[in-house]
């Protein structure tokens, strides 16, 4: 039983290249989201997915984009990296918009 | 507005009980959580208590909730060395669709 799969580990961008990050589940959960964690800062969302089909802005969604391709996946693109968007990025889902959340292992993303 | 704060660091002797506390400003919350992060992992559900509870023990885990003051504190008992992480205390707010906000995380280290 995998639960939240993240794709890659560790990635090194230059600013200005581009680089979808990929996250799947197999709990059958409805809602997924994707957060960004900084040193101090806790955790931030970006975007999230209630259900199916359906995909909303987090707290810090500028300068990236989702796509929720079916209920078990969903990406998080940056079309054009900047430094500031280093950071370990986590997927997480829940079977419900209130429900615990369940994470992944997360993406290093270092842009130089 | 919405925020959750939590002490930054902690230090126990191993076998001590550790007690991890985080107070919170929105009244409204359904679930408040306590996740576990150990380096380089993502974030583990450790706990979670509804909103209408004052307490719920787990094994060694006992979380209390305070709803008049706005505090919510874990408790390990007998702490291990395996216990050493970054805790994180958050919540969901009721009517708010996939809303989690989280502490910063409190590191709890271990001394012999």
């Known amino acids: 039983n995998a639960g939240v799969t993240q794709t890659p580990k560790f990635q090194v961008l230059k600013t200005g290249q581009s680089m979808t990050l990929q996250c799947a589940q197999d709990?059958?959960?409805?809602?997924m989201y994707w957060y960004r964690q900084d040193p101090g800062m806790g955790l931030r969302l970006i975007y999230y997915?209630?259900?199916?089909?359906?995909?909303d802005k987090g707290e810090v969604p500028n300068g990236y984009n989702v796509s929720r391709l079916n209920k078990r996946e969903f990406s998080l693109r940056l079309e054009s990296a900047a430094p500031s968007q280093t950071s370990v990025y986590f997927c997480?889902?829940?079977?419900?918009?209130?429900?615990?959340?369940?994470f992944g292992d997360g993406t290093r993303l270092s842009i130089l | 507005g919405e925020d959750v704060e939590q002490s930054l660091f902690l230090s126990v002797r191993e076998g001590d009980s550790s007690v991890i506390n985080c107070t919170y400003t929105?009244?409204?919350?359904?679930?408040l959580y306590w996740y576990k992060q150990e380096p380089g992992a993502g974030l583990q559900l450790l706990t979670y208590?509804?909103?209408?509870?004052d307490m719920k023990q787990d094994q060694r885990l006992t979380v209390l909730l305070n709803k008049k003051d706005k505090h919510l504190s874990l408790r390990i008992a007998d702490t291990q060395t395996g216990d050493s992480a970054i805790y994180f205390c958050?919540?969901?707010?009721?009517?708010?669709?996939?809303?989690?906000?989280f502490g910063s995380g409190t590191r709890l280290s271990i001394r012999p």
């Open positions: 709990m059958n959960h409805n809602s």
């Open positions: 929105d009244s409204s919350s359904t679930y």
């Open positions: 997480a889902s829940s079977t419900g918009s209130d429900q615990p959340q369940h």
């Open positions: 997915s209630a259900s199916e089909g359906t995909t």
């Open positions: 208590i509804f909103s209408n509870m």
């Open positions: 958050a919540e969901t707010l009721f009517g708010s669709a996939s809303k989690i906000i």
